[in-house]
């Protein structure tokens, strides 16, 4: 038995397997594996000002410089490069009546409750943040979440909280637990919404204890962060499934991103498998115009011709809406290709899927 090797007390002190590979997570350049071909002293630029952090079960997934799933993952020297982006182009910071909340929108909030990932995503739009001091160890840090669980309790206006961060299933089951028991306790909040990207860089967080954790929350939704079709493995199907068979809607927020998924075959294929692994895809974000993440952007018309694309040869269950975010706070807005050719005041003049112009009754 492999019990009978443990130490006496050892059993205590273990980690599950997901702090493991927290734990076990490479943050230099100079770890990743040997074969690949990097520049370290350049790279580790780019980390001294943007950090680092690939769980071991997303680096096994990468096979070689040119992987769309290296692209999201290792630092690139571009970062450092990018002269024309802000730090914070939505204006987070002044919409944030307390440090771990963000309230732009009247009747729902975001609420940051770790600044901890799986991954550190290098096209990540709080790429200002993730990493830096941990919300969840520490005085200083359990004190924001404390304003920010008061906040909410005191703006009743306020029907949905957004756990997001950083990842908000870096935190222990018992610590989420406890805050998420502290909101089902404000009446006026109705919905509870958790942003995590662990169910494609680390599904092994998702166990049996978490679900039954999260069971008790309902109604809750997941939304979480898929790019690629290789990012869906078994593991990752598992996870959504254990998810999913606990009554827990599943969406996805992808961004598109230059050179990862900026053609029409790959994302299609990325939404058709999102469904079958019961994902709903929810957003197709346009990259926000953040400072270090300049040459993931594509053109927006790209973004156009993907949804033109997938219009009709996809099952409309997979489609997105495609959505920018306007800088300064202004909030999200969705973004449809240009269906209405003409207007009269009988009819309209549209072009449907296969780029045929079709007349319209009013
Ligand atoms: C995106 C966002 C939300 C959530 O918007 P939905 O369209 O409901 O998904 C809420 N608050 C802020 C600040 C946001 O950026
Ligand atoms: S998991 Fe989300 S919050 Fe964390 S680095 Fe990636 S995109 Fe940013």
Excluded at 48 to 60: A, F, H, K, N, T
Aim: positive net charge.
């Amino acid at each position: 038995m492999e019990n009978s090797k443990l130490k006496p007390n050892q059993t205590h002190t273990e980690k599950s397997p997901w702090q493991n590979q927290v734990g076990q997570a490479i943050t230099s350049p100079a770890q990743l594996p040997k074969g690949f071909n990097v520049d370290i002293k350049a790279l580790t630029k780019v980390t001294r000002q943007y950090p680092m952090l690939i769980s071991p079960y997303y680096l096994s997934l990468i096979e070689n410089e040119q992987d769309p799933l290296w692209k999201q993952a290792v630092p690139d020297v571009r970062e450092l490069e990018d002269e024309q982006n802000m730090e914070d182009p939505l204006a987070e910071e002044p919409q944030s009546p307390v440090p771990a909340v963000i309230h732009r929108y009247p009747g729902r909030v975001i609420f940051l409750v770790s600044n901890r990932c799986a991954m550190y995503c290098r096209h990540c739009m709080r790429k200002r943040k993730v990493g830096e001091e941990d919300l969840h160890f520490g005085k200083k840090s359990s004190k924001k979440i404390e304003e920010g669980l008061q906040y909410i309790q005191s703006n009743t206006a306020v029907n949905e909280v957004i756990l997001s961060g950083g990842d908000p299933l870096l935190l222990g089951t018992e610590q989420l637990d406890r805050i998420l028991s502290t909101l089902k306790t404000f009446d006026h909040v109705r919905i509870i919404r958790i942003h995590t990207r662990t169910l494609c860089t680390l599904p092994c967080r998702i166990t049996d204890n978490l679900v039954m954790m999260l069971k008790k929350y309902q109604p809750l939704y997941i939304n979480t962060h898929f790019n690629h079709p290789r990012e869906i493995t078994p593991e990752s199907t598992k996870a959504c499934e254990k998810l999913a068979n606990a009554g827990i809607s599943l969406g996805c927020q992808t961004v598109l991103l230059k050179g990862v998924n900026d053609d029409a075959d790959i994302m299609g294929e990325l939404m058709t498998r999102l469904l079958e692994i019961r994902v709903k895809p929810y957003y197709l974000h346009h990259p926000d115009p953040v400072a270090g993440t300049a040459h993931f952007r594509p053109d927006i018309n790209v973004g156009f011709d993907i949804m033109k694309h997938m219009r009709g040869r996809l099952s409309g269950m997979c489609i997105p809406q495609y959505m920018i975010d306007l800088p300064g706070g202004e909030g999200k807005v969705p973004m449809l290709p240009d269906y209405v050719k003409s207007r009269s005041p009988k009819t309209i003049q549209v072009e449907n899927y296969q780029g045929k112009i079709c007349n319209y009754p009013l």
